[in-house]
């Protein structure tokens, strides 16, 4: 049978017991705490004093014990027998304490057992553990860094982010995400972006409003995880629910944030149109450019009239005739432009070709990147 005995007496609180009106509750309350741990130390002590003097009892008569067998080992001298005797005797008395101990621990025991138990004896801490959950504070990434996330995330996720992006109805673009989880990031919405303007300067003008939809949908989504300081992936189907049933208010902000986009998605588009156009011009300025380092275009647009005519007719003796009228210097400037750029060739004539006009160059036309003549 189990014995219930134990839990006859336990002095489970200060304040159970009712006291006379005439007392002080508080002050008689504190003397029974007070009186109640001076019993628990008083006997914590007796227990102390048990162990060191059972384990010195112990050492006493290990070191004995060696003596005695060293002694015996040694032989019969007198002094040995005189002195194993004592040895002996002391062991024997060493023993008889160990028993008086024994019945001490004994009475410790009997007296630990009908102790009451209380709120410090009745249960212990199995363990004792303290949690405190701090926001680890994220490093923030160098451009290096996010440029191999962006790479990284695109090489493995590419085609399904395309396929969100062609997606029209609310619930599909849901369900998709729900299939996809890893999609609802920064990551997508920066591809998106990208996919916009590329889209938009291959003139697709209308593949670029649906994907531009969807990039308002996963920005959405990243601001309303913001906002509610979670994970996106926890927080997009309440943007979904929210755009499904939203007021009018809600759904205008929508609207116009998608047509601000497309506006910034048209200017961007327009921007990088330009720049490529001035870069394709510049490299075929530098394919133009003469031996003197001038571009043969811009050298034929600053030429007068008379000397254009000349180059558009094709006619070599208008061209020498033309400049035989115009001032020396301002010829020879015009001309030397023209070599520079590349227009035309001095092709000067050997000593016994030479006519009156010693020196003066004959102009040889070249011939131009298509094979025709200038």
């Given amino acids: 049978m189990v014995d219930y005995s134990i839990w006859d007496h336990i002095e ?31 006997f914590q002590k007796e227990k102390e004093d048990y162990e060191k003097a059972h384990g010195e009892s112990r050492r006493k008569q290990t070191e004995c014990l060696k003596k005695i067998k060293e002694l015996e080992a040694s032989g019969a001298a007198a002094e040995i027998s005189s002195e194993l005797l004592k040895l002996r005797a002391e062991l024997q008395q060493l023993k008889t304490e160990d028993k008086n101990l024994e019945k001490k621990a004994v009475e410790l025991r009997l007296k630990e057992k009908k102790m009451p138990w209380n709120v410090d004896t009745l249960s212990k801490d199995g363990f004792s553990k303290s949690v405190v959950n701090v926001k680890v504070e994220k490093k923030e990434e160098t451009e290096e860094e996010k440029e191999h996330k962006h790479k990284t995330f695109v090489e493995k996720y590419e085609n399904q982010i395309k396929h969100f992006g062609m997606l ?19 990551e997508t919405a920066n591809y998106l972006v990208i996919w916009c303007i590329d889209l938009e300067v291959e003139e697709k003008h209308a593949l670029m409003e649906q994907v ?15 906002s509610l300081k979670v994970d996106p992936r926890a927080c997009f189907r309440q943007f979904f629910t929210k755009i499904k049933t939203a007021d009018q208010q809600y759904q205008e902000a929508f609207n116009d944030e998608l047509e601000a986009f497309k506006e910034r998605v048209r200017g961007r588009a327009k921007i990088r149109i330009e720049k490529a156009l001035k ?20 050298v034929y647009e600053s030429l007068p009239f008379e000397l254009q005519k000349c180059f558009d007719t094709k006619d070599i003796q208008m061209l020498q005739d033309t400049i035989s ?50």
């Fill in 12 to 42: 489970v609180s200060d304040d159970e017991d009712e006291t006379h009106p005439n007392i002080d509750t508080a002050s008689l309350f504190r003397w029974r705490h007070r009186a109640r741990l001076e019993r628990m130390e008083e």
């Fill in 168 to 186: 029209r109805r609310w619930d599909d673009s849901q369900k998709y995400l729900s299939d996809n989880p890893d999609l609802v990031c920064e």
């Fill in 212 to 226: 531009a939809h969807q990039t308002i949908v996963m920005q959405f989504i990243l601001e309303l995880a913001k």
């Fill in 279 to 298: 870069e394709y011009e510049e490299e075929e300025r530098k394919k133009r450019i003469g031996p003197g380092g001038l571009d043969p275009v811009e």
């Fill in 325 to 374: 009228k115009m001032d020396p210097t301002e010829a020879k400037c015009h001309m030397q432009r023209c070599i520079d750029s590349g227009l035309w060739v001095p092709n000067k004539k050997t000593d016994g070709d030479r006519g009156e006009e010693e020196g003066e160059p004959e102009y040889e036309e070249i011939k131009k990147e298509d094979g025709t003549e200038k």
